[in-house]
């Protein structure tokens, strides 16, 4: 299939802000597609040429590409600076440069040429990777043009998500969307929408009910509801529960297969590297063929005490990473098992999970099972005892886990739950939320924001409603960084899978999470969250508070619409 036609998708999916729309779009372009072109599409649509987890990214700086612009469509370097100027988009620039003419581009061509680029690296890189631009945007269109520019500098912003391409893959696949449930399972466990799209059309619906977990392809993390009262658990689980310690650190999910071994985030980064103490204490300890290990990392004193989220994040760095790990000693608290010798545990109780952990963990400096204890969901107080031991050990309190319970992965569920509480505040609840926009300070902060606008995600419309604006709680070189942590994410105008009444002055992408605390849930005029269900107007958050960056959690994990609504009502 001819790039163009993937291009004129683009352009069809830009124009719209209705995901029922996008959904059919894109079903129909998959129709005409092969299941090789399916799984670059997947890819392209994204603006990414690989999975998350393989970590590689276009990204080229705007000075370079403006160079590759130039010289594809023989201009002046000044002159496609001046467009850039008027145009405010290297895209538009690129479009208005490219001459029209039949285009021979395939989309194999455009994805391998994107690829190659983003894989270029070393001595002389820049250049290669402008010359390899300048080369592919020499034959293309000009809205071929356009979207290849938009997709090299990582601003393409089509709005369609990972459940709406998924959406309308069940529509091509099953002939409706009903079949979405299955292949987000199977998206949960490849982490690949490419490689869905692909297994899906190639070998059809049967294949679907054979996806395994792939060692060094990590899982999507199951995900815990919240309660706000030991009594909630009894009325959510039944079976005998594990009350654990809920750790404030980093959850990492390990992958071993012999002698190699990759460390996921929950965003699917590999860091790998940020823990070499860590993969030490895991070759030399654990006796197994391979494994997929779940945990949480935590920051340790000199004497083994936790320490706070802020201080292991300091460990995520590029370089200096032998002096940091000296300097901020870690520990890995294990809590499941999905994988063993060659054995998929994902739907295996949670007791049996624990007793095989248990039977391959030998206990180190760096390295013990996640402390736990068994119990009924009845047993309030033995819960309530478990809770305030886990506090006073540095948790932040305690996972509650069925333990007839399998692994979900990707799933935020009500057989897994938590509880924290802070008995020294009114306050109960913090929320992960998303940034949205920016509010310009006055006074000491005239050269910041003032405060940020944020943000709850709605996974069922995938769209992010306004929830609260957080001026309060940053600390003076917090605010001072602000436009510069946030640069990268501003947009000229609210995004497309953004609601909000509220305008700030400066919009941005919805990728940046927080987590927020602030005094209780009241309704608001302004904001938008559940605004249609509540009538007299949106859920909001009153008197705000930043409590610390969430750079471990995508925001399609953040807090969601849902999770606000069934603590409003307990509120009531």
Excluded at 155 to 167: C, E, I, N, P, V
Aim: aromatic share 8%; charged share 35%; proline share 3%.
């Amino acid at each position: 299939m001819k790039f163009k036609e993937l291009a004129e998708l683009f352009q069809q999916l830009e124009k719209t802000s209705s995901n029922l729309k996008m959904i059919d779009l894109i079903c129909d372009f998959l129709k005409k597609t092969t299941p090789e072109e399916a799984k670059l599409t997947a890819y392209l649509l994204q603006g990414k040429i690989a999975p998350d987890y393989k970590g590689l990214e276009l990204g080229l700086a705007e000075k370079l590409v403006i160079k590759a612009i130039a010289l594809a469509f023989q201009q002046d370097v000044g002159k496609v600076e001046k467009l850039f100027k008027e145009l405010g988009d290297l895209g538009d620039v690129a479009k208005s440069l490219a001459k029209e003419k039949p285009s021979s581009l395939e989309i194999q061509d455009v994805f391998n040429d994107l690829k190659k680029i983003a894989l270029t690296q070393g001595k002389g890189s820049q250049e290669k990777k402008l010359e390899i631009l300048a080369i592919i945007l020499k034959k293309s269109s000009p809205l071929e043009a356009k979207y290849i520019v938009r997709s090299v500098l990582g601003t393409l912003r089509l709005g369609a998500s990972d459940m709406t391409f998924l959406y309308a893959l069940s529509k091509v696949l099953f002939g409706s969307k009903e079949g979405k449930k299955k292949l987000e399972e199977v998206f949960n466990i490849l982490s690949d929408l490419g490689e869905v799209a692909y297994l899906a059309l190639k070998k059809g619906k049967k294949a679907l009910e054979k996806v395994e977990p792939i060692l060094g392809v990590p899982i999507r993390m199951m995900l815990a509801q919240r309660v706000k009262d030991i009594k909630e658990i009894k009325e959510n689980i039944e079976n005998e529960i594990f009350v654990e310690v809920k750790y404030d650190g980093e959850r990492i999910q390990a992958h071993l297969d012999g002698n190699e071994i990759i460390l996921f985030s929950r965003r699917h980064e590999n860091i790998t590297n940020q823990f070499p103490d860590i993969i030490e204490d895991l070759k030399k300890n654990i006796k197994v063929k391979n494994a997929i290990l779940e945990g949480e990392v935590v920051a340790v004193d000199k004497d083994g005490k936790l320490l706070p989220f802020q201080v292991l994040m300091q460990r995520r760095r590029k370089y200096d990473i032998h002096e940091y790990v000296k300097k901020i000693p870690v520990k890995y608290f294990l809590f499941d098992l999905l994988y063993l010798n060659g054995e998929n545990l994902l739907y295996k109780p949670l007791k049996e999970r624990k007793q095989k952990l248990e039977s391959i963990i030998k206990k180190t400096e760096k390295i013990e099972i996640a402390k736990y204890s068994v119990c009924s969901p009845t047993n309030e107080d033995e819960i309530e005892r478990e809770f305030l031991n886990a506090l006073k050990e540095g948790g932040e309190g305690v996972m509650i886990k069925d333990s007839n319970s399998v692994y979900e992965s990707g799933v935020r569920a009500w057989r897994w739950l938590k509880f924290k509480k802070d008995y020294k505040e009114e306050l109960v609840d913090t929320f992960d939320v998303v940034v949205i926009g920016g509010i310009y300070g006055t006074g000491k902060r005239s050269k910041t924001y003032g405060s940020l606008l944020v943000a709850l995600y709605d996974p069922e419309k995938n769209k992010y409603f306004s929830f609260t604006k957080v001026g309060a709680g940053f600390t003076d070189e917090e605010l001072e960084n602000l436009p510069k942590k946030l640069k990268k994410y501003e947009i000229k105008e609210k995004s497309k899978l953004v609601e909000s009444q509220i305008e700030p002055d400066v919009w941005f992408e919805p990728k940046v999470v927080m987590e927020i605390k602030g005094a209780d849930l009241t309704i608001s005029p302004v904001h938008t969250v559940l605004r249609e269900k509540i009538k007299k107007g949106g859920i909001a958050l009153r008197f705000p508070r930043f409590v610390r960056w969430r750079d471990d959690k995508s925001p399609e994990q953040a807090t969601t619409v849902q999770e606000v609504f069934q603590i409003y009502k307990k509120n009531l």
